[in-house]
Nanobody
Framework: QVQLVESGGGLVQPGGSLRLSCATS????????MGWHRQAPGKQRELVAR???????DYADSVKGRFTISRDNAKNTVYLQMNSLKPEDTAVYYC??????????WGQGIQVTVSS
């Protein structure tokens, strides 16, 4: 069974930073594009950032310049470095493995709360 294991969430003050991690198996990491989505209370889940196998990246306009997605192929892990956090970044963040040829996979979600 495919697992995406997220870590690194928590409570941070506005302006602070957090780094989320998502680890998975080598078989998934080698063929899937990896991404992060988030869902705030009462809102739809939205794409935050994604990174393709060729290392091309894509970001939501709301996080450009503040968030950075990266992948470590040796560790089968994708990261989301979040800087200059705002209260509106508060949400449950989900790791996602996506492929045009195979079913998507999702992590269990991890809470990020930005509050003073």
């Amino acid at each position: 069974q495919v697992q995406l294991v997220e870590s690194g969430g928590g409570l941070v003050q506005p302006g602070g930073s957090l780094r989320l991690s998502c680890a998975t198996s080598a078989s998934i990491f080698s063929i899937y594009n990896m991404g992060w989505h988030r869902q705030a209370p009462g809102k739809q889940r939205e794409l935050v950032a994604r990174i393709f196998n060729g290392y091309m990246t894509d970001y939501a306009d709301s996080v450009k310049g503040r968030f950075t997605i990266s992948r470590d192929n040796a560790k089968n892990t994708v990261y989301l470095q979040m800087n200059s956090l705002k209260p509106e970044d508060t949400a449950v963040y989900y790791c996602n493995a996506a492929s045009p040829m195979y079913p998507d996979y999702w992590g269990q979600g991890i809470q990020v709360t930005v509050s003073s």
